[in-house]
């Protein structure tokens, strides 16, 4: 069995709870780091997703975001005022995510600060590199027309999602490992995979680039683009496939640490929504608060899965993460490993 590559894996990701205050100054703490990716969503109503990072960056009222449940372009909003060293402060009353005593998530991953250029494709990248973790934010202008672009990391991205900051009609296309490079998933829609677009040249990304079309999606023409691109970290992340086996007594999905935070999507045999759970919103067994990035709806209680000390069970029987013979995408990040760096101690909840 393979040691963790991280022994505390919320210093990489971690997941924040808070109720809005309804004004324009509402500070969240106790992240454990800053975020360079910020993603948000209310809980107790319907709301739209939203995301930050710090390569997109600011404008003159707060952080740039985009809105992974729709194929919005890059918005000017106040909603996120400042991604702070262990959090983040909003800077709106709205309701999409500072409502007085409504309840909201928010998702961070931390990258590598601001962001330097990276001129290994054929067109030029700004990227903020966390290889420790595996994680990069990748942007670039783009060509519509076949290039390269350099992610930054030193190893393969395995999970990828892509999306033309200035077309406000374009999905959320996404790469998986598990699905052929001839292929995508679309974030922000029920569909299934398809090859009605070859977004990715029929290229998997490898050590150093990103391959790409021209298609408007992936690479439209004179756009900023933006990609958050993911390698396998033992212990900390997973990137995998599962079948489905339509019973309560449901697949399991070792993972080789506790998860914290899963995604799930159906890619055959139906459209369906994706599914996402958490540890901090759902800390106990059967897990049931369920949010769909897909949507701007609430969040619904709805019995899903288990996470167990080494992976995933699921306990559901829904056909949007576990219909019989169906095929699944799973990504998962980590609470703590199954196993601890070399010279460090099993944690006690693994043993």
Request: aromatic share 12%.
């Amino acid at each position: 069995m393979a040691y963790a590559t991280i022994s505390k894996p919320s210093l990489h990701f971690n997941t924040k709870l808070y109720t809005g205050n309804g004004t324009t100054t509402n500070a969240q703490t106790g992240v454990g780091f800053q975020p360079d990716f910020l993603w948000l969503k209310r809980r107790n109503g319907s709301a739209n997703h939203f995301a930050a990072d710090v390569v997109r960056g600011t404008y003159s009222d707060g952080y740039k975001l985009i809105v992974p449940n729709d194929t919005d372009s890059e918005q000017d909003y106040t909603y996120v005022k400042t991604l702070d060293s262990d959090g983040f402060t909003l800077g709106s009353t709205n309701a999409n995510v500072n409502g007085n005593g409504d309840t909201y998530v928010g998702w961070a991953w931390k990258a590598g600060g601001a962001g330097s250029a990276n001129t290994d494709g054929a067109t030029a990248s700004t990227v903020s590199v966390n290889n420790t973790a595996g994680f990069s934010i990748v942007k670039w202008t783009g060509t519509s027309g076949n290039t390269t672009v350099g992610h930054g990391m030193n190893t393969a991205p395995v999970f990828t999602l892509v999306k033309d900051l200035g077309n406000n009609g374009s999905n959320w296309v996404v790469y998986h490992k598990d699905i052929s490079p001839d292929y995508a998933v679309k974030l922000n829609t029920t569909n299934a995979q398809s090859n009605s677009n070859n977004y990715w040249q029929s290229t998997a990304p490898t050590n150093s680039l990103l391959t790409f079309t021209g298609n408007t999606a992936s690479n439209g023409n004179g756009n900023n683009m933006i990609a958050y691109c993911f390698a396998e970290k033992s212990g900390y992340s997973k990137f995998g496939k599962y079948t489905g086996n339509g019973n309560a007594d449901g697949t399991f999905i070792y993972t080789g640490f506790k998860p914290a935070f899963a995604i799930f999507k159906r890619i055959s045999g139906g459209d369906n929504d994706w599914i996402l759970m958490d540890n901090k919103r759902d800390p106990d067994n059967i897990m049931k608060q369920t949010l769909y990035p897909n949507t701007s709806g609430a969040e619904a209680a709805v019995d899903r899965c288990d996470f167990l000390s080494n992976g995933i069970k699921l306990r559901g029987t829904s056909v949007a993460f576990n219909a019989d013979g169906s095929p699944y995408l799973y990504i998962a990040f980590a609470e703590e490993p199954l196993v601890a760096n070399v010279g460090q101690s099993i944690p006690a909840t693994a043993k």
